[in-house]
């Protein structure tokens, strides 16, 4: 099925649920104080109050996640240490998952999310399958996504998009159709959430865009280095994630480890806490750093894709994404990374996750692989 056909098929879905959603009628429920056949005694029906209030306290105040995803060594710990303060702390290759919470900050002022969780998946696109344990029917209303692409290698930069992107909107969807079966209004809820994020003059049944259906927040990073590319090469990475961020409803800014970025604080603030978002115009200079809001640019500003015009008439495609893919692997051939296994880390060893317990229990079972092993050669020699 082409992903134009898979985005109608979704859109239906949520019409069809739109139509159930505004055709209910909520019932209300009375209680019966007078203690007749069927219904509750007036003392029945305070000590039900007391203990759903006494319920209420206990529960956590709803609280968001920011998922953070992206290239292998793009700077998102050090993106994520900058946040929260700990400058004093080297950025040391994340391994599988990694987790911190954000305390609201003083100066923020919101009701109900004083704290914020934030998760950072490594090893570039090798392992997706962690998203999973973030991304959750319990999670998915108060998620979000920063994907963090390395600017200075354009030959990777599509590649971990795509990889990253795709396992990401395939477990959002899945994620939705879950917690629809407990809250049947999650679906317009996130809907309204990408209408105001676009504007509510976007048509999502058009099949024209595809935006995220959590907030998305896509981080060229290593600006820096980046600045050291062609002039023309520049160009057309700029004006391919700005396609990126039209298309699927995202915010695009670039990031570098030598600058304090304002903007960046902001988004996960924003993220994190709910906060609001200045409306300041579009830089979308190459030559100065990048920052376009979701819903700020049209197709029209951003221009066709980065390959002469003559080209773009060999080009079969028949949707807009698939054409920038081509159009862009075919200036910057993309290169997918393959590992050596016996060059991987053996993490297991690695003296900053030292544990006692754990080292022993390890090198018994190491141990007793090793005496199967052993046994098992003997018996077919």
Request: with cysteine.
């Amino acid at each position: 099925m082409s992903r134009r056909n898979q985005i109608n098929d979704d859109n239906d879905d949520n019409k069809r649920h739109d139509e159930d959603f505004f055709g209910a009628h909520n019932k209300r429920q009375e209680t019966d104080l007078s203690g007749g056949i069927g219904g509750k005694s007036l003392w029945d029906a305070a000590r039900d109050i007391v203990t759903s209030r006494e319920k209420a306290e206990t529960l956590p105040t709803e609280s968001n996640t920011v998922l953070f995803v992206g290239s292998r060594t793009g700077g998102k710990t050090t993106m994520i240490l900058r946040y929260l303060e700990r400058t004093n702390e080297a950025a040391k290759p994340t391994i599988a998952l990694d987790y911190n919470y954000a305390k609201k900050p003083k100066t923020i002022d919101t009701i109900g999310k004083d704290v914020g969780h934030i998760w950072e998946l490594g090893d570039g696109t090798f392992l997706t399958k962690l998203i999973d344990v973030v991304l959750t029917p319990e999670t998915i209303a108060n998620a979000s996504v920063v994907l963090v692409l390395d600017l200075s290698q354009p030959q990777e930069l599509w590649h971990t998009y795509q990889t990253l992107y795709e396992a990401i909107a395939k477990r959002i969807k899945y994620c939705i159709n879950e917690a629809s079966k407990q809250n049947p209004y999650i679906k317009e809820k996130l809907k309204q959430s990408v209408l105001k994020r676009l504007g509510n003059a976007v048509r999502l049944d058009k099949g024209e865009i595809e935006p995220l259906r959590i907030p998305l927040l896509i981080v060229g990073s290593k600006y820096d280095l980046f600045q050291t590319l062609e002039p023309d090469a520049k160009k057309s990475v700029i004006k391919t994630l700005r396609f990126l961020t039209y298309y699927h409803g995202a915010t695009l800014m670039s990031y570098s480890e030598k600058q304090e970025s304002v903007h960046l604080r902001a988004m996960i603030n924003h993220f994190l806490f709910d906060t609001s978002l200045s409306n300041k115009q579009p830089q979308i200079d190459y030559q100065k750093p990048l920052y376009v809001k979701s819903g700020s640019e049209t197709p029209e500003q951003i221009g066709p894709p980065p390959i002469p015009e003559y080209e773009l008439g060999d080009l079969r495609e028949n949707s807009p994404i698939a054409v920038w893919r081509a159009a862009y692997c075919k200036r910057f051939p993309q290169e997918i990374e393959k590992r050596d296994p016996s060059l991987t880390q053996d993490y297991g060893r690695d003296p900053q996750y030292a544990d006692a317990s754990i080292d022993a229990m390890r090198e018994q079972k190491m141990s007793e692989l090793q005496r199967y092993l052993t046994m098992k050669n003997r018996s077919h020699s």
